[in-house]
């Protein structure tokens, strides 16, 4: 390590849910290495939904986030360097990437040591800076590739997800209710960000009435703000050994849900990457969304790529290029892997 001294620590990094899971192994790394240390991070609301404040984080200075753009006014900007400044941070690490705006937070954060990625005009606000990746390049690595270049150690390079023991409750009292059993369940989440991005309903419904045909299997709907229409659509259409999870009010909920399951299936989803941190076996359906970017990580899951692969996607091409992925395609994946699964649990 090079810097064994360090007390105050400051990480930046803000986004969408599935950006925020992906950076939890970074951040597990980071208090890792530094067990002793006071970490705050600067984020968005959503953060503390996935670690919250003492669970690995100690403190969280929070800023607002619309889509993909930070609401916040340049006064309101200053202020929160303002009481950066005033906790006098060893060393900030900026996670964001190649972003101008993190890059001169962290410059203005006053901390000793200052890390990211070199970029052609900002990289004077870090003391170490290491180069951004060329070509497609997992979301997760960029980040502990920050760590690395400072020389802390990676033990575990999965993400993490904090799941309170009344989460847990929840999620054990619906399979209960319901006469569920984990290595029965395999979790759906048809919903997307965007309609371009979502697996077809009918091709849920076809692989469901598969699974349900051969292994007698229990299929589990999970859904986000203004999906119920579209999951309670699917679930009619398959018919029996199909649930609904109640409505969920945080990431943890949902969760606590996934954790139950023996598999999961989605497009590339905040969701997926849920599924990924708590470690339940996912097939993956992604169209333009390059493995190399955003594949689950670790070697218990599965990945299926549309066969229209194009260099650049109109979100017409990539609704075809997700049509185009075929039930029998992901059954033939999926009934696999649900075998193997079945065979390990033996």
């Known amino acids: 390590m090079l810097f064994p001294n360090v007390k105050k620590i400051l990480i930046l990094k803000w986004g969408a849910l599935g950006d925020l899971v992906m950076i939890t192994s970074s951040i597990k790394a980071v208090r890792e290495n530094f067990p002793n240390a006071e970490i705050t991070m600067f984020t968005n609301s959503i953060m503390k939904e996935i670690l919250p404040e003492g669970y690995l984080i100690d403190k969280y200075i929070l800023i607002k986030k619309s889509g993909r753009n930070v609401d916040e006014s340049l006064f309101k900007q200053m202020l929160l360097v303002m009481e950066l400044r005033r906790r006098e941070f060893d060393l900030a690490i900026d996670l964001k990437w190649i972003s101008e705006r993190a890059a001169v937070i962290t410059y203005l954060s006053g901390a000793k040591i200052r890390v990211g990625y070199w970029s052609k005009y900002f990289h004077r606000c870090y003391t170490h800076t290491l180069q951004y990746p060329k070509g497609p390049y997992h979301e997760l690595d960029r980040g502990l590739d920050v760590l690395k270049s400072i020389d802390l150690k990676i033990s575990d390079a999965n993400p993490v997800l904090f799941i309170s023991d009344e989460n847990k409750k929840l999620a054990d009292d619906f399979f209960r209710i319901h006469s569920l059993k984990k290595e029965d369940v395999i979790c759906l989440h048809p919903g997307a960000s965007k309609l371009n991005r979502a697996w077809p309903a009918e091709h849920y419904i076809g692989l469901s009435k598969k699974f349900i045909e051969k292994y007698n299997s229990k299929i589990l709907i999970t859904w986000g703000k203004n999906e119920f229409e579209l999951v309670n659509n699917i679930s009619k259409q398959i ?84 049509q185009a992925i075929t039930v029998d395609s992901v059954w033939e994946v999926a009934s696999k892997r649900w075998d193997e699964l079945k065979n390990d649990k033996l």
């Open 239 to 322: 018919g029996k050994n199909v649930f609904i999870t109640p409505s969920t009010h945080t990431i943890a909920q949902l969760a606590a849900l996934i954790q139950n399951c023996g598999m999961y299936i989605s497009g590339c989803t905040g969701p997926m990457n849920v599924a990924n941190a708590v470690k339940t076996p996912i097939i993956a359906l992604l169209s333009a969304t390059d493995p190399l970017d955003w594949a689950p990580y670790g070697d218990i899951h599965r990945t299926i790529r549309t066969p229209l692969i194009r260099e650049t996607y109109t979100d017409e091409q990539e609704q075809e290029a997700m």
